[in-house]
C-alpha cells in the first residue's frame, strides 16, 4: 500500500483512511475517538516548566503555581490530540 507524502505530516484520520480493512479502520476511528477531553482552567497561579516542593513550609502560592503549571501542561497536550485529529473537541 502506497502512502501519500510523509506520515509524520499526516493526521491520525488520514493515516487511518489508508487501512485497506474497513472493520479495522472502524474500530481505530472508534478507539481514538472515544470522546472529546475538554481544557482545565486554573484561575490563579502562575505556570512554568517547573512543579515545586511543597516542602514543610507550605505556602498557597506554591500550590496554585504548580495547579496553574500542570493544567497549562495538560492544556498543551488536549490542543495536540485536536491538531492531530485525535481529539473530538
Not at 488520514?14 to 474497513?22: E, G, L, R, S, V
Not at 484561575?43 to 503549571?69: C, E, M, P, R, W
Amino acid at each position: 500500500m502506497s502512502t501519500v507524502g510523509n506520515a509524520s505530516d499526516l493526521s491520525v484520520q488520514q493515516i487511518i483512511n489508508q487501512i485497506p480493512c474497513q472493520f479495522t479502520r472502524r474500530a481505530l476511528q472508534q478507539m481514538f475517538r472515544q470522546g472529546s477531553i475538554t481544557s482545565l482552567t486554573a484561575a490563579t497561579g502562575t505556570a512554568s516548566d517547573t512543579i515545586l516542593d511543597v516542602g514543610a513550609a507550605f505556602t498557597q502560592t506554591v500550590i496554585n503555581d504548580n495547579i496553574k503549571s500542570l493544567a497549562d501542561k495538560i492544556n498543551s497536550v488536549i490542543t495536540n490530540l485536536n491538531r492531530n485529529g485525535i481529539n473530538d473537541d
